[in-house]
């Protein structure tokens, strides 16, 4: 079993930046692909971005690459999101997750664990 719990979600104007942090217990988490989804009102749930077990290989949802990118501290079982150039379409609950993989999936359906998620609003 993984718990994680998202932080650092809030309010910031377009062309801003903000930082989701992620952190997960349990299980051993450098053995957890982990990745971010977000769900905007009316929307499915879309892939973000996702990191290997150690950080060697990343992938992006094409509408964030350039201007988000994920890491992971596998030391202190957390993994981040910084977020550059914000734009109002970007507004969405961001969640953690956590798949029992090798590599990044853009597959929800892939991942065992899940956050509660955290808010990011984007004002135009």
């Known amino acids: 079993q993984v718990q994680l719990v998202e932080s650092g979600g809030g309010l910031v104007q377009a062309g801003g930046s903000l930082r989701l942090s992620c952190a997960a217990s349990g299980r051993t988490f450098s053995t957890f692909t982990m990745g971010w989804f977000r769900q905007a009102p009316g929307n499915v749930r879309e892939f973000v971005a996702a990191?290997?077990?150690?950080?060697?290989?990343?992938d992006y949802a094409a509408s964030v690459k350039g201007r988000f990118t994920i890491s992971r501290d596998n030391a202190k079982n957390t993994v981040a999101l910084q977020m550059n150039n914000l734009k109002p379409e970007d507004t969405a609950i961001y969640y953690c997750?956590?798949?029992?993989?090798?590599?990044?999936?853009?597959?929800?359906?892939?991942?065992?664990?899940w956050g509660q998620g955290t808010q990011v609003t984007v004002a135009s």
């Open positions: 997750a956590a798949a029992a993989a090798r590599l990044p999936s853009v597959d929800a359906g892939l991942y065992d664990y």
């Open positions: 990191i290997s077990w150690f950080g060697g290989t990343t």
